[in-house]
């Protein structure tokens, strides 16, 4: 009886193992966050960068005036949801307790329609995120200073 109890906790657990990184591949609003913002190993970070990974993210159609990408661990991004690398800032939004590696491209120009030319300005910062079901969902482009 105790060894059957204890196979169907083990397999329960694996089976929650699998579950949970599958619901955070499932949430749309997570994979948009992780679309607009999020590039673990950046090349070049200068105007250059921006206006391709703008362009390559779809981000062009009309020009988005200012967007950040966050670099580094996405498990340290998703950590800012919960208590092991964030804190409560205001609402329901959330403050890194580290800083990340961030690229922040701002549009040059006055038109809002391509080809968008943008200037990137690199910095390390604490980032500010909204979070659902225990992810990020927005990220909060106030506090960046570019």
Request: hydrophobic letters at 30%.
């Amino acid at each position: 009886m105790v060894m059957r109890l204890g196979l169907f906790l083990l397999v329960f657990m694996l089976g929650l193992g699998l579950t949970l990184p599958t619901l955070a591949q499932d949430n749309p609003r997570y994979r948009d966050f992780l679309a607009k913002h999020y590039d673990a190993t950046p090349q070049g970070r200068n105007d250059r960068y921006c206006e391709s990974t703008m362009r390559r993210r779809h981000l062009t159609s009309p020009c988005k005036d200012i967007n950040t990408f966050v670099h580094g661990n996405r498990h340290h991004i998703t950590a800012i949801c919960g208590d092991e690398n964030g804190s409560p800032y205001g609402g329901n939004l959330r403050i890194s307790t580290s800083p990340f590696q961030v690229t922040t491209c701002k549009l040059r120009g006055g038109s809002p329609w391509p080809p968008c030319q943008y200037r990137a300005t690199r910095g390390s910062r604490n980032i500010v995120v909204g979070c659902e079901n225990g992810l990020p969902v927005h990220l909060d482009e106030s506090i960046f200073r570019p």
